[in-house]
């Protein structure tokens, strides 16, 4: 896009019409430089409840690679927890627990946390393996909608 000079009588760019990189320009620099240098990506994630919405169980990390032989992998991170729980001996998460009242459809936000932030470091960051990472966000338990639906039609 642009605008046609008139005492030039050429077209000429408007200043503010110029072009951003694309992704696809962009993504090969990010992963280059963690080739390059070998560091491990930090990820700066923060998640916050919906207003009307159940407090937050957790944050896990979702990564996922090949392996030198082509085979894809995924390994799940529990990155951040509410109401400053660890893990067992066995290294699995403490439940968060449940306020669910099944007969009234309802539940408290008296556990989990409305927002819940942390700094991730990959810890077995590989530069030679190609990667991707997502992020998933877990509330508390709430009642399911069917005994929603039957609260409101028959209550």
Not at 59 to 79: A, T
Not at 100 to 129: C, H, M, Q, R
Request: charged letters at 30%.
């Amino acid at each position: 896009m642009g605008f046609y000079h008139m005492k030039m009588g050429r077209k000429r760019r408007d200043h503010q019409q110029k072009q951003r990189p694309k992704a696809r320009e962009i993504l090969p620099l990010i992963r280059d430089n963690f080739r390059i240098t070998g560091k491990s990506p930090r990820f700066l994630i923060q998640a916050v409840k919906d207003p009307d919405g159940a407090n937050l169980d957790r944050v896990q990390l979702i990564k996922g690679w090949r392996d030198q032989k082509g085979q894809l992998h995924e390994k799940v991170y529990d990155v951040a927890l509410s109401d400053d729980r660890g893990t067992d001996p066995t290294g699995k998460v403490i439940p968060v627990g449940s306020t669910v009242d099944v007969k009234k459809a309802s539940y408290t936000n008296t556990i989990g946390n409305p927002e819940l932030a942390v700094v991730w470091l990959d810890p077995a960051f590989n530069a030679n393996e190609r990667a991707f990472y997502y992020v998933r966000v877990l509330e508390i338990p709430t009642p399911r909608w069917p005994a929603l639906r039957c609260q409101v039609l028959w209550h």
